[in-house]
């Protein structure tokens, strides 16, 4: 990998290593080395605000150093954090980053993976968590390589060439089993359209944790959003208030809340508001996601907690390696990461509602 010597070598002197150092924290080539040193090499990095010879690696190599970033929406604000440590991931590593929001449309997520690889780009990071890739079957046969973000990939590996993912259903589980240890027994589920696969995740976690403690996840409970079109990521606040204010209208509303995201819970606050309900005192709620909205919310939110930047360097050094070559036969292909209750002040032990 060529790059400018005389930048390498400066960045070597201030942060003392050999260039060789460098050259392999800028490719991602630092499983093996020292916490310490890494950080050390992308101080200096930013400080010098140096930049990789790109036009020499692209001339070499044949190939677009840019990386497509497909996400539903940064409207969202977990997409927005998702594609900044992303971004940042890939800069380190010489590469420049193209996001498009394309609201897990399949149609529009073909059309710009098809524009990127006519671009000469050959990378791209989905994180639609879409039931089937065989959309992409032929964009991955002429070469296009998909890294999917935040889905667990079975049946795809054909397709898709690596992946991080949050283990979806562990996550649900993990929420719903904080409500029933504080023994809410009427536990509802507020989300879009179930229809990806971290969605029909984060639920079947929830139904497992209520079955395994003698409880039921009735349909009537699973509230997606009604007749909104599409995913509802744009919405997704709305959405919540508009989820909870139904349940909460029923005859024998739930207790407790589980949000398919951060923002469906912090719509639901509203929605309990709205209705005269206190939250946690009538209504517990836990979200997903752990963005920054949650812990200054009033009260700060329970939720569980993805690990974004871990999450963006790995998937960002796995594409990097099949891109450039350099990944071995007996590197994972494929991540599941430990999701993370973090208990606020959202939820409480369950208060039987009186009847009037």
Avoid at 40 to 48: H, T
């Amino acid at each position: 990998m060529e790059e400018s010597m005389s930048g390498i070598h400066e960045v070597a002197k201030k942060a003392g290593v050999s260039p060789s150092t460098v050259s392999n924290v800028i490719n991602g080539r630092h499983d093996k080395m020292r916490p310490e040193t890494k950080r050390r090499v992308l101080e200096v990095i930013e400080q010098l605000k140096y930049t990789p010879n790109v036009a020499a690696r692209q001339l070499k190599s044949g190939q677009n150093c840019s990386i497509g970033l497909i996400i539903p929406s940064v409207a969202n604000p977990f997409w927005g954090l998702v594609a900044h440590h992303v971004e940042r991931a890939a800069r380190h590593r010489g590469y420049k980053i193209l996001i498009c929001n394309a609201e897990r449309d399949p149609d529009v997520e073909t059309r710009y993976a098809e524009a990127m690889l006519g671009s000469g780009i050959t990378g791209i990071i989905l994180g639609s968590s879409p039931l089937s890739f065989d959309y992409l079957r032929d964009l991955t046969a002429r070469g296009l390589k998909v890294a999917a973000f935040d889905q667990r990939v079975n049946g795809a590996r054909d397709v898709i060439t690596c992946g991080v993912s949050l283990n979806q259903e562990l996550g649900g589980t993990l929420a719903a089993q904080h409500l029933i240890g504080l023994g809410h027994k009427r536990i509802a589920t507020v989300s879009g359209p179930i229809k990806t696969n971290s969605r029909i995740g984060r639920m079947n976690g929830v139904r497992l944790a209520m079955a395994r403690s003698g409880l039921q996840l009735p349909d009537d409970m699973i509230w997606q959003g009604g007749g909104v079109a599409g995913f509802g990521d744009l919405e997704g606040a709305e959405l919540g208030r508009m989820g909870v204010r139904e349940l909460l209208s029923r005859d024998n509303p739930p207790t407790g809340i589980v949000a398919n995201n951060d923002m469906y819970a912090l719509g639901a606050y509203a929605g309990a508001r709205d209705l005269g309900f206190r939250v946690p005192d009538d209504i517990s709620i836990v979200g997903f996601d752990d963005i920054v909205l949650a812990e200054i919310a009033q009260p700060a939110l329970t939720t569980i907690r993805q690990p974004v930047p871990a999450m963006a360097e790995m998937v960002v050094r796995m594409l990097v390696a099949h891109l450039e070559g350099s990944a071995h036969a007996d590197d994972p292909a494929f991540i599941d990461i430990t999701p993370q209750l973090i208990v606020r002040g959202s939820t409480a032990p369950a208060r039987v509602l009186q009847s009037a």
